[in-house]
């Protein structure tokens, strides 16, 4: 999986250019059709339909599936809201009151802080690039939006 800035008319011209290189060997991808269709959680509850474009490499034949930049992949939850969740972790809130203030539930933001704290970098890579990439594009509307009510 590759994280793009965006996923519109511009990255298909660049497809179809050969000007976005293959992230394994570097050769060029080209057009590939379409991944199957996802639903992207946006916060509690604001949901998105995605189908990702796929690019194949003409080097080496791999295929890769191209991730708008507010997308991760193998999650369901927009990156907006995990780096929410990691930034109240930073500011040292627990993960139960991470979890009622986003109004998610609490094994799922637990599974996100252990993720990222293994040493397994593949989360980590994900949100820096999908970080670096969301900068060029507007986020999904409630992406991540904590809920103003506090806990008791």
Known sequence: MRVVGDT?????VALRAGALPCPRCGGALRPWGRARLRVVRLGATARRAVRPRRARCAACRG???????WMLGRRAHAAAVIRAVLAARARGIGYRRTALRMRLPEATVRDWLRAFRRPDPRLRQQLVAAAA??????PPPDAGAPRSVRPP
Not at 8 to 12: L, N, R
Not at 133 to 138: D, E, F, L, Y
């Open 63 to 69: 295929t890769h599936v191209l991730l708008p930049g």
């Open 133 to 138: 990439a969301v900068r060029n594009t507007s």
């Open 8 to 12: 519109g008319p511009a990255v298909e």
